[in-house]
């Protein structure tokens, strides 16, 4: 019932940036998480950041002082900023975003299709 829509995966060199971005649609009542994980192939999927709607973050150890999250609560969209990228960054980076939908009252927890992360070295 929520869908997630990512942009802005792409091909970098080492040392580059990527502005990931991901917006959720639907009658949304509440906003609990939303976040960005990655799959590398032959690897589980992570949790690389996440913010909740009071603000509260997390970040993967290996990305801190690197990747910032921010939240737009009124357009339900997140931004991942990815700086100084390095080549074990590469991975399939999905969005992901849970909460309560209007009306209903029901408990979502959605996913976006997956945007391609590459970073060369």
């Known amino acids: 019932q929520v869908q997630l829509v990512e942009s802005g995966g792409g091909y970098v060199q080492a040392g580059g940036s990527l502005r990931l971005s991901c917006a959720a649609s639907?009658?949304?009542?509440?906003?609990?998480?939303m976040g960005w994980y990655r799959q590398a192939p032959g690897k589980q999927r992570e949790l690389v950041a996440a913010?909740?709607?009071?603000?509260?973050?997390n970040y993967a150890d290996s990305v801190k002082g690197r990747f910032t999250i921010s939240r737009d609560n009124a357009k339900n969209t997140v931004v991942l900023q990815m700086n100084s990228l390095k080549p074990e960054d590469t991975a399939v980076y999905y969005c992901?975003?849970?909460?309560?939908?209007?009306?209903?009252?029901?408990?979502?927890?959605?996913w976006g299709q997956g945007t391609q992360v590459t970073v060369s070295s």
């Open positions: 992901n975003a849970y909460g309560v939908v209007a009306g209903t009252l029901k408990q979502f927890d959605s």
């Open positions: 913010i909740t709607s009071t603000g509260t973050l």
């Open positions: 639907g009658s949304i009542f509440i906003m609990n998480r």
